[in-house]
């Protein structure tokens, strides 16, 4: 299974960006979804995990600020990302974890908030 994420990109402090990320197959095995990121000399974290039955689940620090939706039938998920901060800026990876099969991930998409 491959991940290809896309809706990166550059942005002032203050505005928004929106990432996708679509699974390439097995879509209907497809459990939690989620989007990490990493910062440059940091680990990479969790943003924003969605489970297949749309539970949700944040960070403190994208609280009120991110959204994460999916769409199952598709194997698709996406992060609405609003009042975006500098301290936001890394690359964005999505996640899968597929039932039968194990845990797979996007190649990343930058996004940099800067002035």
């Known amino acids: 299974v491959q991940l290809q994420a896309s809706g990166g990109g550059s942005v002032q402090p203050g505005g928004s960006l929106r990432l996708s990320c679509a699974a390439s197959?097995?879509?209907?095995?497809?459990?939690?979804m989620a989007w990490h990121r990493q910062a440059p000399g940091k680990r990479r974290e969790l943003v924003a995990l969605i489970t297949r039955r749309d539970r949700t689940n944040y960070a403190d620090f994208v609280k009120g600020r991110f959204t994460i939706s999916r769409d199952t039938a598709k194997g698709t998920v996406y992060l609405q990302m609003s009042s975006l901060e500098p301290e936001d800026t890394a690359v964005y990876y999505c996640?899968?974890?597929?039932?039968?099969?194990?845990?797979?991930w996007g190649q990343g998409t930058q996004v940099t908030v800067s002035s």
């Open positions: 996640f899968a974890r597929i039932r039968y099969w194990g845990e797979a």
């Open positions: 197959e097995n879509i209907i095995n497809i459990d939690d």
